[in-house]
């Protein structure tokens, strides 16, 4: 055990050295603009919920010091409540598309099919992708086009800033840690040709590159890291570019990386599948400490080693109790070194040193069994209220339907779906706001098994009433039928069924 100690502590010192000796030497400030290529570029701008600041980022990207006839926005409202009228204005030339579906689907899926509609589009040469509630430089796009011809695919520095200019404690350390790995952390594995963990905010990826990886899957941190995985398998490393710089309200705060149980199960996962060394080193890279394990493994080693004489490694390499101390010392300077390369001031040490605490407390925070307590405590003093309706339903693999039941639950207003079929039943694992919501839930499950649930709310012929209640389970019927007269309203359920159910298609709202 005090061997893999040893090595692991050995190997996150030599790393971190390398990071801080890459760092010495200065970015070149002065570009020579003339040797550059004028790319066509095709801006992204990914909008869900409330509008936000979407109109001021969209008003940023049109005022750019870059060839305006050199790059396009395309604007994706998913399921966005009250859109600025500002964005639908024809002469600022964007492209709205507008998917009023009954749920949003996603950034994943939205930015998949506007990538394929674009595949062949004459004379693209990259995407940006960015969230709605950024804002962005006068000079972001000319960046852009810059390091396009550095790096295949790359993300812009986010700094969070917040309205008032006094932060929170705990918001200044997040801030804090996030500049310091952005700065420095990913800068210098830039530098070094390795790759970053991809943060879907904000990236850009050229166009051959993303017809060649395929379509995307972001549906959360560990899609993201998979991601970033599947372009490193293809020796593709994600750059991260302190010169373009990008900027979110803390209250948007999201450190975008997976936690380490997350992290060791990647590792665990992918270590014996990497097809190259990037991609080996990015998964390892995974597992690096912070600065408390790094304290405790080094005084752990020293005092081991300065009582009991030191260790071997590998069986009969001796390592004494100075070779550690020489060791310590190393990473401690590099350390220092890390902290000017990143620009973090002295009144800011406070705030980084302090991020284990806040994710230590973090992680028992939502540990289990203190989560269950928590949940216990706050929930000891209410009275659950549970209603439940079953109704039939019918399933169908395309070819033949099946004739099952659904349990309608409402436990305390929110709302579960329990799924039956021959006396074997499935129950959907989240609690939702929405009945809709939880049939949602249950529509993906099957068609995991390649299976479609036959109800109104997922025909596309189905329109949702807006009367007010939570649920929103009434809707109307929209279907042709024989001797239908135009403008009759048909009155009916989400969980209801007919013979004229055709399933939706999202594609087809574009």
């Not at 804090?176 to 210098?188: C, L, W």
């Not at 996962?269 to 390892?284: D, P």
């Not at 949940?375 to 395309?398: A, F």
């Not at 929110?414 to 949602?440: C, E, P, Q, W």
Request: charged share 20%; proline share 3%; glycine share 4%.
């Amino acid at each position: 055990m005090i061997t893999l100690i040893y090595l692991y502590i050995t190997v996150f010192t030599v790393y971190f050295v390398l990071l801080s000796l890459v760092s010495l030497k200065s970015e070149k400030k002065i570009r020579d603009k003339y040797t550059s290529k004028d790319s066509n570029i095709c801006v992204i701008v990914y909008a869900s919920g409330e509008a936000g600041t979407l109109e001021y980022l969209i008003r940023q990207l049109k005022n750019q010091t870059y060839d305006k006839l050199r790059y396009t926005i395309y604007v994706i409202l998913d399921k966005v409540e009250n859109p600025p009228e500002f964005i639908f204005q024809t002469d600022l030339g964007i492209n709205v598309v507008n998917i009023n579906n009954m749920e949003p689907i996603g950034k994943s899926q939205a930015y998949s099919i506007i990538a394929e509609k674009l595949s062949e589009a004459p004379n693209l040469d990259a995407y940006v992708f960015i969230d709605a509630g950024s804002y962005v430089d006068s000079d972001f796009m000319e960046n852009v086009n810059f390091y396009l011809t550095k790096h295949p695919v790359f993300m812009p520095i986010v700094n969070y800033i917040a309205e008032d200019t006094e932060m929170k404690f705990w918001d200044s350390v997040r801030v804090t840690y996030t500049r310091y790995i952005s700065k420095f952390i990913y800068n210098a594995r830039t530098r070094l040709g390795l790759t970053n963990l991809i943060n879907t905010d904000a990236f850009v990826i050229k166009r051959d590159l993303l017809n060649k990886i395929g379509s995307f899957d972001f549906r959360d941190k560990i899609s993201e890291a998979n991601y970033t995985l599947k372009l490193a398998n293809e020796n593709i490393a994600v750059g991260s570019i302190n010169d373009i710089k990008l900027y979110r309200e803390i209250e948007n705060f999201d450190l975008r990386i997976p936690s380490l149980s997350k992290r060791i199960s990647i590792f665990t996962q992918n270590w014996t599948k990497t097809k190259n060394l990037k991609s080996f080193e990015y998964i390892a890279s995974l597992l690096i400490p912070n600065w408390l394990v790094c304290t405790l493994c080094y005084a752990f080693l020293l005092s081991h080693t300065y009582h009991f004489g030191g260790i071997k490694v590998l069986g009969f390499i001796p390592v004494g109790y100075f070779t550690v101390l020489i060791s310590a010392l190393t990473l401690l300077l590099a350390f220092s070194a890390s902290l000017f390369h990143a620009g973090i001031h002295s009144k800011d040490y406070l705030y980084l040193f302090s991020y284990p605490l806040y994710s230590i407390g973090h992680i028992v925070k939502n540990f289990p069994p203190i989560r269950g307590i928590r949940n216990i405590v706050q929930n000891k003093n209410r009275k659950h209220t549970v209603e439940k309706m079953e109704t039939d339903v019918i399933v169908t693999d395309g070819k033949q339907d099946y004739m099952c039941k659904i349990e309608l639950i409402s436990d305390d207003g929110l709302a579960r779906v329990k799924f039956i079929n021959r006396g074997k039943s499935y129950t959907t694992k989240n609690n939702h706001l929405r009945m809709v919501d939880a049939l949602k839930e249950l529509s993906q499950k099957l068609s995991d098994y390649g299976l479609s649930l036959k109800i109104c709310q997922c025909c596309k012929y189905f329109q949702h009433v807006v009367d007010g209640s939570t649920n929103m389970v009434q809707g109307q019927c929209k279907c042709p039928m024989t001797g239908r007269l135009e403008g009759d309203i048909i009155p009916t359920l989400i969980w209801n069924t007919c013979p004229k159910f055709e399933k939706q298609n999202v594609v087809n709202l574009f």
